[in-house]
């Protein structure tokens, strides 16, 4: 599995993804900002449109991880016992 960045496009930055014919990374069909940002390869095309700033680092959001239930306290008293009879026989 390669390694993917997720970014948005920037102001009027149109970079083009590779192999469409007139779709821009980051911009929905209409070529509006997709602010929600896209997945994109790792790569030096999409590093190069980052340094340029036609695209930005999106942030992104880590799935909430549940809350682990806390320990079960002992009880502060001890189960009651019951004493074993003395045994009566003397030697």
Excluded: W
């Excluded at 590779?18 to 990374?25: A, C, D, K, L, Y």
């Excluded at 929600?36 to 680092?57: F, I, K, N, Q, T």
């Excluded at 019951?82 to 009566?88: K, L, N, R, V």
């Amino acid at each position: 599995m390669s390694n993917t960045i997720r970014v948005r496009a920037v102001g009027d930055g149109r970079l083009p993804v590779p192999g469409t014919g007139g779709r821009f990374v980051g911009r929905s069909k209409s070529g509006d900002i997709i602010a929600a940002g896209v997945d994109v390869p790792d790569d030096s095309y999409h590093r190069r449109a980052l340094a340029s700033g036609a695209l930005e680092l999106v942030a992104v959001e880590e799935p909430a991880v549940p809350a682990t239930p806390a320990p079960m306290q002992a009880d502060a008293e001890e189960p009651a016992t019951q004493d074993a009879p003395a045994s009566s026989q003397e030697v």
